[in-house]
């Protein structure tokens, strides 16, 4: 149901409008920004652009607070657009508990990506597979075809943003093991470093998002896996032959006023500059 009111918003956005103007704004003017670390790059390329100045003249301004953090921050009126994957159930019960009903638009198409060492010779897991290792039925290499080790399968932290689309788009109702503590990273870089260097073995399996993995943590050590023999790039998210598509959405307060700096900003990102921007910028297009 949610995918299908994600798309009735992005419908209602896109469908028979006219063409976008960019908007003009001064730093002053420009709304208060937060989001996931993911969508730096895209939120310092489109305050740049739509104030005129370089993406390290307003590189300083653009300080985003990871994605729980600035759900937060938009609940609490701290801050006025988020750039961020989708919200968790605790998220949505805190805007709702704190009376804020959530706009959610879909701006770039994303994959869910999972990565293990470049010299596991298992280059492909089918998504039961990738269930039953995460929910525990399933504990060595061999078992899908890899050698006798165990499987050390690293896990984000709850309310993440990718803990939330781990447990959203993959484990869709099943319930992960729980891991041991070392096995639960705080910082997804970091579970791309462990994933390349865990106690010298080719044992290990993570997960993140396509962009953050391929555009801003690069690990020669790690390469990405096949899911169900389709492997991540631009164009199998694009055309979404890779089966664990997602998005990353500008998120705001429904109470936004019509043709409020909100807006205009969201609008001019869906318009084709927007989103050749976005695409420019290593970002795959949604629309």
């Known amino acids: 149901m949610r995918k299908y009111l994600v798309l009735f918003v992005l419908f ?9 103007v960019q908007p003009t704004f001064t730093m002053e003017t420009y709304p208060r920004i937060d989001g996931s670390t993911v969508t730096i790059p895209l939120s310092e390329a489109v305050c740049a652009k739509l104030t005129g100045q370089t993406v390290e003249q307003v590189r300083p301004y653009i300080l985003h607070t990871k994605t729980h953090s600035a759900y937060v921050n938009l609940i609490d009126k701290k801050t006025d657009l988020i750039f961020v994957t989708y919200p968790s159930a605790d998220e949505l019960k805190y805007a709702q508990d704190s009376g804020v009903e959530l706009e959610i638009v879909p701006i770039v198409s994303e994959a869910f990506v999972f990565l293990t060492h470049k010299n596991n010779p298992v280059d492909s897991l089918t998504l039961k597979q990738i269930q039953d290792i995460y929910s525990g039925s399933i504990t060595n290499w061999k078992d899908v075809g890899g050698p006798d080790l ?5 896990q984000r932290p709850v309310n993440s943003g ?13 319930t992960p093991m729980t891991p041991p503590t070392e ?13 390349a260097t865990y106690e010298n073995q080719p044992d290990a399996l993570g997960y993140s998002y396509y962009y953050f993995v391929v555009d801003m943590w690069g690990n020669e050590n790690v390469r990405l896996m096949k899911v169900d023999n389709i492997y991540p790039d631009n164009s199998t998210i694009a055309s979404k032959q890779y089966p664990i598509v997602t998005n990353y959405y500008a998120v705001f307060r429904k109470s ?32």
């Open 12 to 20: 209602l956005l896109l469908g028979c409008q006219k063409p976008v």
């Open 150 to 154: 165990p499987i050390v399968a690293f």
């Open 162 to 174: 990718s803990q939330t689309g781990f447990l959203d788009l993959v484990m869709k109702g099943l």
């Open 183 to 195: 096995w639960v990273v705080a910082d997804m870089g970091m579970l791309i470093e462990a994933v």
């Open 256 to 287: 936004e006023v019509a043709g409020s700096p909100v807006r205009k900003v969201v609008e001019w990102i869906l318009s084709d500059a927007g989103q050749q921007l976005a695409e420019d910028f290593g970002y795959v297009k949604v629309r």
